[in-house]
T-cell receptor, first 117, second 113 residues
Framework: AQTVTQSQPEMSVQEAETVTLSCTYDTSENNYYLFWYKQPPSRQMILVIR????KQQNATENRFSVNFQKAAKSFSLKISDSQLGDTAMYFC??????????????WGLGTSLAVNP | ETGVTQSPTHLIKTRGQQVTLRCSSQSGHNTVSWYQQALGQGPQFIFQYYREEENGRGNFPPRFSGLQFPNYSSELNVNALELDDSALYLCASSFQGVQETQYFGPGTRLLVL
């Protein structure tokens, strides 16, 4: 069974600085997807970034980038130039590739990020 | 492009009652997934619907059931509500077969008293 671990329950960063959130996962699959979602106090789960395991290049979306280490089963999220609006709960999630009737997201427990002015 | 919508936003029920939550998928999507998120936890997969059929189920009892309609919208029904069913219920839509990214609605907060 797949598991996702986020070892940092809470983090804080000063506005305009850079922060890295950690995520490790366990799977015997070779092909899969990894995601970072953010959940602000409004509760809506918002996609931040997505990575396909077969791609060696790390995904980047504006100020958000990942460090995907497939052999180490590590998938960290780097937020550059942090903004107050980045304050949220951040979840790392895993999905098997071509999973038939098992296309479910498996989630970590989340990291609460506070961006301070 | 219309995003995922859910109704109602909040709901209060008493133990033993039944509840129906609704979800409209994002335009162009054919798959709906439901998740339960207890306070302070990550979401847990309840089930997924594709082409009006259940297409995978998590570790939830049969009193959790669902439907998907021809327009790809979906309902989650919970019978015989228990106090532990109090949670945020999230609906996500996706397009199965091409890109598996799930996009979420705003959720329904259910409180069972």
């Amino acid at each position: 069974a797949q598991t996702v671990t986020q070892s940092q329950p809470e983090m804080s960063v000063q506005e305009a600085e850079t922060v890295t959130l950690s995520c490790t996962y366990d799977t015997s699959e070779n092909n899969y997807y990894l995601f970072w979602y953010k959940q602000p106090p409004s509760r809506q789960m918002i996609l931040v970034i997505r990575q396909e395991a077969y791609k060696q290049q790390n995904a980047t979306e504006n100020r958000f980038s990942v460090n995907f280490q497939k052999a180490a089963k590590s998938f960290s999220l780097k937020i550059s130039d942090s903004q107050l609006g980045d304050t949220a709960m951040y979840f790392c999630a895993f999905m098997k590739y071509n999973a038939g009737n098992n296309r479910k997201l498996i989630w970590g427990l989340g990291t609460s990020l506070a961006v301070n002015p | 492009e219309t995003g995922v919508t859910q109704s109602p936003t909040h709901l209060i029920k008493t133990r033993g009652q039944q509840v129906t939550l609704r979800c409209s998928s994002q335009s162009g999507h054919n798959t709906v997934s439901w998740y339960q998120q207890a306070l302070g936890q990550g979401p847990q997969f309840i089930f997924q619907y594709y082409r009006e059929e259940e297409n995978g189920r998590g570790n939830f009892p049969p009193r959790f059931s669902g439907l998907q309609f021809p327009n790809y919208s979906s309902e989650l029904n919970v019978n015989a509500l228990e106090l532990d069913d109090s949670a945020l219920y999230l609906c996500a839509s996706s397009f199965q077969g091409v890109q598996e990214t799930q996009y979420f609605g705003p959720g329904t907060r259910l409180l069972v008293l």
